[in-house]
């Protein structure tokens, strides 16, 4: 599978922000190589491939350290104030919709309705997780009939066949691509511009054709899209108009 995986933007919606010398090192099974990521709370953490030898981590931090502590003291400086759980309301870039959050209160299980267009309406035992775990599903739910129409007519602008389109809401990747033409997209683009989520959708699709990020890959993105480089830096940048509440636990 090849990932649009925005390597420096991981979103480890960590309250509590590292020192910038803290730096965690995670395995993971799926890491082909070595990485740093700084989070937008600026925490810094390598993620290893399983059984790399602790003296290559200690040559790959050494080597790469002073980078991630100037992007860590620059995402401190900027990182969002706290916000209000419940939100109040939830407004998306992508399609101009803004969505009033009314706390109905009640007993049971937490659930949510949308009584009227721009309202939604939670009712039951409002506990933090729940909350989120009801507005997540929401989220989820709201983004396909935004994101497939759009979908649709960038394939067809480019005669770009894909076999079907799944959302979910990742903390570290925007979009990717399968090798049997699955485009999956994540539900925070609604919270993007419209034509940075047109960028990553050509960039995905184009990835039907080139199943990796090569000159070709990057040439034809370019053909699409000339003003690539600008919009896959306001993507990378993009995390930080994404609510806290969507990626903490
Ligand atoms: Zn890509």
Redo the contacts with the bound molecule.
Sequence with gaps: M???DLVQTDLWASSAAASATDIQIRSSRRARRLGMRVSRTGRIEVVAPVRTPRVLIDAFISQHRDWAIERSTQALAVAPPPEAFPPVAIAFHLDGSRWRVHLAGGSGEAALREPTPGVLQLSGTLDATATRAVLRRWLLRRARPVFEPLLQATAAEWSIDYRSMTVRCQRSRWGSCSSRGVINLNASLLFQRAAVVRYLMI??LT?IEHMN?SARFWRAVEARCPDWRKLDRELLQGWRSVPQWIYSK
């Design positions: 090849v990932t649009h960039h995905e990835h990020h």
